[in-house]
């Protein structure tokens, strides 16, 4: 199978999986009701009346996850190719060339983990709200 | 052995069949549409029993309970009572939701999970593109869902679904570098990232015990990747013990709180066929793909699947819901050290080996 025609059938595919759910949606528009009342249209709040907007600034403490995220990421990137010829590698320039300097790499990255971890950037909440953290300790 | 590899893809079967190549490139995409057609409408055949009323009888049946029996044999026709049913329910849009962004958020969930499957080798020639790259691809388009809940946790206007949202993102970028390094341990053994190949390397024997020959299915070969690739993939596919964004308990249903009529029954297949993307991944890279005994491997293939979902529907009813930041420490402290573990080991042992 030529190149050209491989990513000819996943483009096929895609065209598919677009025109599926479409087709519900263009079914479901011509079959569903559509009764207008007042206050069936208010955000789901358990019943209540809703309070304020969800727009609004909040302290993601989370964030620092994301960029440890993207340092993994990237590393993993780059071990798939080292994955991929790993066999080869070890018969052509032996065990130790192959292996050791993929170990310096993941061990540095380990340590960086570790780092993170005792610095509790990969914690949900960095700080319990103080009335919590008294009835804990 | 029944399926094996299969050497010629699905498009080309077509054009076996029809000819179409005849017509050029004109013709050739009609038989790669028709292929495209085929395996989607599968996986939506695929999805309708299992989510009216394949998850409904095994949930029954775990909980000691009847389920769904009234309507057809078996009470199999409750699935086109359904489709109707949900597809005719009114739209509610609530006030104040990110328009397109909320329309959206939907279609990409389902759409994303559906494109994923044009990599996967179902066995008998179904097998719809076979890149060099194939199991980048797969884990790439995979991971895109992630996206659509985002959207439509923040445009949904609503706290719950900014929360589901928020949550599903914290999972996803926890649980994904486990799930590929995991994954890409594998690719040590065939040293191709080709779906064809993955298969065909698990297809030799790996020991003969008692005149049965035990195939080398890389879960066999590899037991802790196995269970370490589970583990990440619920989490990724957000399923029990790991359905955190969801979480019917705690934040109503999390980003798809606001959704109703076909929003909601797409935001539910997307779920579903996710399901089953994992456990095509999980068929294809560990358990010999579409390989097995007297059986076409097609059949095998969905066996597999299914023996997939019936796990994810066990646990489903067999085991608590962590705590979002209980997920997080099990994603980053323990899974993401256990796959690290487990990439250095096999290159250890297969250096050693060869």
């Not at chain 1, 709040?45 to 960029?67: K, W």
């Not at chain 2, 085929?38 to 989510?51: D, E, K, P, R």
Request: hydrophobic content about 55%; some cysteine; charged content about 10%.
């Amino acid at each position: 199978m030529s190149y050209l025609s491989t990513w000819m059938a996943v483009a096929a595919l895609a065209i598919v999986a677009i025109l599926i759910p479409v087709g519900m949606v263009v079914v479901s528009a011509i079959l569903r009701p559509r009764v207008i009342e007042q206050g069936k249209t208010q955000i789901y709040e358990s019943g209540e009346v809703p309070t304020g907007d969800t727009r609004i600034r909040f302290n993601i403490q989370y964030y620092m996850v994301a960029l440890l995220f993207v340092v993994f990421d990237v590393e993993t990137a780059f071990i798939i190719p080292w994955v991929v010829i790993y066999r080869e590698a070890v018969e052509t320039v032996g065990l130790v060339h192959a292996l050791v300097p993929m170990l310096v790499f993941l061990g540095t990255l380990l340590a960086a983990l570790v780092w993170a971890w005792r610095v509790g950037a990969i914690k949900w909440v960095k700080r319990a709200p103080t009335h919590y953290r008294r009835s804990q300790s | 052995m029944g399926g094996g590899v299969a050497a010629v893809v699905f498009p080309d079967l077509i054009d076996e069949w029809t000819g179409l190549s005849e017509f050029g490139l004109g013709g050739e995409f009609v038989a790669a549409f028709i292929a495209a057609f085929v395996i989607g409408n599968l996986m939506m055949i695929m999805t309708a029993l299992a989510g009216p009323w394949a998850k409904r009888k095994i949930t029954a049946a775990f909980t000691d309970r009847i389920a769904v029996n009234r309507v057809g044999p078996y009470g199999l026709l409750i699935i086109p009572a359904d489709a109707v049913r949900l597809l005719s329910k009114e739209l509610i849009v609530p006030d104040g939701v990110d328009r397109p962004a909320w329309d959206l958020g939907p279609l990409i969930v389902a759409s994303s999970a559906l494109l994923g499957f044009a990599f996967i080798p179902f066995g008998s020639g179904v097998h719809l593109a076979d890149p060099e790259t194939g199991l980048i691809w797969v884990f790439a388009i995979a991971s895109i869902a992630s996206v659509g809940l985002v959207m439509c946790g923040y445009a949904s206007n609503n706290k719950y679904s900014l929360l589901g949202g928020l949550r599903a993102v914290a999972q996803n970028v926890a649980y994904e570098i486990p799930l590929i390094l995991t994954g890409i341990s594998v690719v040590i053994f065939v040293g191709s990232l080709q779906m064809s190949e993955i298969v065909a390397a698990q297809s030799q024997e790996l020991i003969s015990i008692a005149g049965v020959s035990i195939p080398m299915w890389f879960a066999i070969l590899n037991p802790f990747a196995f269970v370490l690739f589970l583990a990440a993939n619920f989490a990724e596919i957000g399923r029990n013990p790991f359905d955190t964004p969801e979480a019917p308990t705690e934040i109503i249903a999390g980003y798809q709180t606001e959704y109703s009529s076909v929003y909601f029954v797409l935001i539910y297949l997307g779920e579903f066929l996710h399901i089953f993307l994992g456990a095509a991944i999980i068929a294809t890279i560990f358990l010999g793909g579409p390989a097995g005994p007297v059986l076409p491997g097609i059949v095998w293939f969905l066996i597999k699947l299914w023996a997939v979902f019936l796990l994810t529907q066990w646990i489903r009813s067999a085991m608590p819901r962590f705590r979002i930041d209980q997920v997080l420490v099990f994603g980053w402290k323990l899974l993401l050290v256990g796959a690290f573990l487990n990439l250095i080991l096999t290159a250890v042992i297969v250096g050693v080996i060869t």
